[in-house]
């Protein structure tokens, strides 16, 4: 799958999600996402650019997530994206740690995502004070 990000900071989340309302965007989730990402041993996925990212959607299902060949075009991020569904956050996070991987960081935020015309529209925030939690 190929992913396109463009982030866009300081708006009024109140008047976006009324506007997306008004449109007919379907809210498809809200909640707390645990993101942990992974990188061996002297940063190589890191170093190229790519990442390793398990994240935990309300302690319920799991995402993991390879993204790769990452290049910026008028402002926004494009990457090569590899994704797969999971149970166990736990279980995942031991099983790359027993092929060598380290956790690089790991951290909550809260989650707003509305899905309209085949794009995913966000709104991301911590979760807590004192986040990342390593």
Not at 22 to 29: F, I, P, R, S, V
Not at 58 to 69: A, F, H, L, M, S
Not at 73 to 84: A, I, L, P, Q
Request: hydrophobic share 30%; proline share 2%; net charge negative.
């Amino acid at each position: 799958m190929k992913e396109i990000e463009r982030k866009i900071l300081e708006i009024n989340k109140e008047e976006v999600e009324k506007k997306l309302h008004e449109l007919g965007a379907e809210k498809t989730y809200e909640g707390i996402l645990t993101v942990c990402y992974m990188d061996t041993p002297g940063s190589d996925i890191r170093e190229r650019g790519d990442l390793l990212r398990v994240r935990r959607f309300d302690d319920k299902d799991i995402e993991i997530v390879y993204k790769t060949n990452k290049r910026v075009e008028k402002g926004c991020k494009h990457y090569d994206e590899y994704t797969f569904k999971g149970e166990d956050y736990d279980e995942a996070i031991a099983f790359f740690k027993c092929l060598g991987f380290n956790i690089s960081c790991n951290y909550e935020k809260k989650r707003t995502t509305y899905y309209f015309q085949d794009s995913e529209i966000e709104n991301r925030l911590p979760h807590s004070e004192g986040w990342p939690v390593m």
